[in-house]
């Protein structure tokens, strides 16, 4: 394994098999592999996925991604929306146990004054505001099986949203840009 950046990944790929593999494909099959390498669930990954014609505006982006400003109801309320029921978003949220948080999402929730909607207890701060997602965290904190099942099922789904298969879209040829 080495840290080759995606977009030169997507070209080893496409030297070996040119467009057969979607770049869609690529960034699902990396993130299945990242969970993996760090100790979560192996799970099947259904492929097949094709590209967007457009390519991906930071704004279509963000429009679709809830924000680190908001609450978890409203995170429930944005995701709904997709089909994702509240245990689907506990579960994905609980794969941040790996990543990074940066300071700039979360400072004003404790300084100058803490919100008083978060526990005192970091560790159980944001899931616990919100009685919905308190029992699944809870059910999960208790059966770490439970939690593996539920997150390979909301992965899955996550990783089905939008897709485009058959003649729809295209095979990029650069993950990085669209084809000429
Ligand atoms: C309900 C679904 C999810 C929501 C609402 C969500 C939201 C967020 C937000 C707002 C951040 C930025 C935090 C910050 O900059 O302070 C973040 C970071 C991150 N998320 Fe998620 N996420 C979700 C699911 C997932 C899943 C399923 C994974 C992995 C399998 C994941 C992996 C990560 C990682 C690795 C970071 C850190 C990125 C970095 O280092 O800059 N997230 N997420």
Redesign the pocket.
């Known amino acids: 394994m080495h840290s080759a950046p995606n977009h030169d990944l997507c070209d080893l790929v496409e030297k070996k098999c040119c467009r057969v593999v979607s770049c869609a494909d690529i960034a699902t099959i990396a993130?299945h592999d990242?969970?993996f390498l760090s100790g979560r669930p192996e799970y099947d990954v259904p492929l097949g996925r094709r590209d967007e014609l457009a390519s991906a505006s930071v704004n279509e982006t963000t429009k679709n991604?809830?924000?680190?400003a908001q609450s978890a109801s409203q995170?429930l309320a944005a995701?709904a929306k997709k089909s994702?029921d509240a245990t689907?978003?506990v579960t994905?949220?609980g794969?941040?146990t790996?990543?990074?948080?940066?300071?700039?999402?979360?400072t004003d929730r404790l300084y100058p004054t803490p919100d008083p909607a978060m526990e005192k207890s970091f560790a159980r701060a944001y899931q616990y505001e919100d009685p919905t997602t308190r029992d699944i965290v809870t059910s999960f904190a208790k059966d770490l099986e439970l939690f593996f099942e539920r997150f390979v099922l909301?992965?899955t789904k996550?990783g089905q949203l939008g897709l485009l298969t058959g003649t729809k879209g295209e095979i990029q040829a650069r993950c990085s840009a669209r084809n000429s």
């Open positions: 993130a990242s969970i991604l809830p924000s680190p995170i995701l994702f689907n978003v994905l949220s794969a941040h790996i990543g990074l948080g940066h300071c700039g999402s979360f909301a992965m996550m």
